[in-house]
């Protein structure tokens, strides 16, 4: 299957500004990075979305939803939300596995799955699936081939 990484557009956080709790919303260059996504994304036909529970990667995805008029499920999963402050590294390394063994038994090699996520989640993932240390900018989009 082909994987679409996408981190979360620009929080208020990111921004360095002080937000109570879930609060943390997309600022006006994080909802243009959401926008910018939706489009590139626009011709590939996506056959499901994952994403976090949180309002930065909520509003992420409906940007994306905002220029599609195609039908696909769309699974909000607490395995590709932010790392915790109590998770240490192999914790968060064991949930990203669980979830990316999750996906070859759900989807075929065929499909073009999308998972809207933050940095930690998405770097764990590419270094599981590919061996790579990587950090995703705001916005930012990778694609890899996974499973079968």
Do not use: W
């Not at 075929?108 to 900018?137: C, P, W, Y």
């Amino acid at each position: 299957m082909k994987l679409i990484l996408i981190r979360h557009g620009e929080s208020a956080r990111n921004r360095g500004y002080e937000v109570l709790g879930e609060e943390n919303n997309l600022t006006a260059v994080g909802v243009k990075q959401a926008i910018e996504v939706g489009a590139e994304l626009a011709p590939k036909k996506i056959s499901a979305i994952y994403c976090s529970q949180t309002p930065r990667c909520e509003q992420t995805m409906d940007e994306i939803l905002r220029i599609r008029d195609d039908s696909f499920p769309i699974h909000f999963s607490r395995l590709v939300g932010p790392k915790m402050k109590s998770e240490n590294y192999e914790k968060l390394k064991a949930r990203v596995e669980l979830f990316l063994d999750d996906l070859k038994y759900d989807h075929s090699e065929e499909d073009i799955v999308v998972v809207i996520s933050h940095q930690m989640v998405i770097s764990m993932a590419l270094f599981l699936t590919e061996g790579k240390q990587e950090k995703l900018a705001n916005g930012e989009i990778r694609e890899i081939m996974f499973g079968n």
